[in-house]
């Protein structure tokens, strides 16, 4: 089944090429693995025909060979150097809001690859979302169970800002932006209308799954 992104690119009237471990349609897939796939060249022999490059691809935790430097930074340079090797000229990349400023190792590993890109002759686009919710994600669970717990710990006051956006709303920036001249070159903060503290997006959560309320209890930051 086609991903919600990939839908929403086959709707705008693209044809879409998804990147994965196992390619079991050829016609539709690219096999491929950010985790051991580093070098330009693997990419570059499959890129034949392809028009822009939109690299999604993102872990919050490390595990194994999934580390933040191999999936958010060798992988994706590799994969923009090839674009440059061999025509490939729109180039999408997904941050993430705080890049340009984080300490962690998430966020140094693609500020890294976001200054890469933007050192090659490429009509590049770096996309920085907010914290992204929605049906499945990670974010959602991770919010959707902390708004469902009997007593919800808070870091502090919980008075923490969060802007978060909903999947959709991305995925329609993110076709918008794919033919918007105007975002070549530019890093793009995509955030929700208004930014809402902690506590209240957790109250939120919480009434929309139709859940009485509940306490708050503050732990240390």
């Not at 060979?65 to 025509?87: K, N, V």
């Not at 400023?101 to 770096?126: C, M, N, P, Q, V």
């Not at 070159?185 to 955030?191: D, M, S």
């Not at 859940?211 to 930051?221: A, G, Q, S």
Request: with cysteine.
């Amino acid at each position: 089944k086609p991903q919600p992104r990939s839908r929403a690119l086959r709707m705008a009237g693209h044809r879409v090429l998804e990147v994965r471990r196992r390619a079991t349609d050829p016609a539709n897939h690219i096999e491929g693995n950010f985790a051991r796939d580093v070098n330009a060249a693997f990419w570059r022999d499959k890129l034949a025909g392809v028009d822009c490059v939109i690299n999604a691809v993102g872990i919050l935790r490390e595990h194994g060979e999934l580390t933040f430097e191999r999936i958010h930074t060798r992988a994706p340079r590799a994969l923009f150097e090839a674009c440059a090797q061999s025509g490939v000229r729109r180039i999408i990349q997904i941050s993430a809001l705080g890049a340009d400023e984080g300490t962690s190792g998430y966020f140094r590993s693609k500020h890294e690859a976001d200054l890469y890109l933007a050192t090659l002759a490429l009509d590049w686009t770096i996309v920085q979302p907010s914290v992204v919710y929605g049906p499945g994600g990670t974010s959602a669970r991770l919010f959707t169970m902390l708004a469902s717990l009997p007593l919800i710990p808070l870091p502090g006051k919980g008075q923490q800002a969060l802007q978060p956006i909903h999947i959709d709303d991305l995925i329609a920036a993110i076709v918008n932006i794919l033919s918007d001249r105007q975002s070549q070159g530019q890093r793009v903060p995509l955030v929700g209308a208004r930014p809402l503290p902690l506590r209240e997006f957790l109250a939120r959560l919480r009434a929309a799954m139709g859940l009485m309320r509940t306490i708050y209890v503050r732990v240390p930051l």
